[in-house]
């Protein structure tokens, strides 16, 4: 049978993982927008034209691609928070059973969330800013300036929840772990408990 830190280390391993294929799928999908605004083919009077939406094996009319890949985004984001939460859980777990190296060394996993406090709320907040862009740009001609750029924070703002939550609470902060086999946390508790 398998010992429940075990389980909690594969948790996070399969967490970090499915966090980073959505993290990637929104960018991917922001993109798609973005291209498609650029190209024209989501102005008025655009001529339709079947276009490979991104990360399913189905072609579709530029506007109803646009509108898959608009969702996807809206919903990566909303899974990625998702997944952000379940980290922190697991990260919780182990730091109550004493587990705070075998976590540090589960947290090294290579993953845009797991690269440092900033530069991981630095990457969220380019893909919300880049699916920003992409409605901007779509909306432009027809809605106008504001109305594009709300739609556009509208539909990024679970990616700016998720820069401010990671900006917040990063999920890898290594916890320094003396010779004696404390943590910084524990060493602490132990210097007050000598003063008392």
């Not at 927008?33 to 102005?43: M, Q, R, S, T, Y």
């Not at 939460?85 to 777990?93: A, D, L, T, V």
């Not at 730091?95 to 705070?100: H, V």
């Not at 709320?121 to 919300?128: C, Q, R, S, Y």
Request: net charge neutral; charged share 15%.
């Amino acid at each position: 049978m398998a010992e429940p830190k075990d389980i909690l280390i594969e948790n996070l391993k399969d967490t970090l993982k499915g966090a980073q294929w959505y993290f990637m799928s929104g960018s991917v999908t922001a993109l798609f927008i973005l291209l498609l605004a650029a190209l024209g083919h989501l102005a008025v009077g655009a001529v339709e034209q079947e276009v490979k939406v991104p990360f399913l094996d189905l072609s579709a009319p530029t506007f109803g691609a646009a509108l898959v890949a608009l969702a996807i985004y809206i919903l990566s984001g909303w899974m990625l928070f998702g997944f952000i939460s379940h980290i922190r859980r697991i990260k919780g777990e182990l730091t109550r059973s004493n587990e705070e190296a075998v976590l540090n060394a589960t947290l090294t996993y290579p993953s845009m969330l797991t690269t440092g406090r900033y530069t991981s709320v630095i990457t969220t907040l380019l893909v919300a800013a880049l699916g920003t862009l992409a409605l901007l740009a779509s909306y432009y001609a027809n809605q106008g300036f504001s109305s594009a750029l709300m739609t556009g924070l509208i539909a990024s703002h679970p990616y700016f929840i998720v820069a401010f939550s990671l900006w917040r609470l990063p999920l890898y902060e290594p916890t320094q772990i003396y010779s004696n086999g404390n943590s910084a946390h524990e060493e602490c508790g132990d210097r007050r408990v000598r003063q008392l």
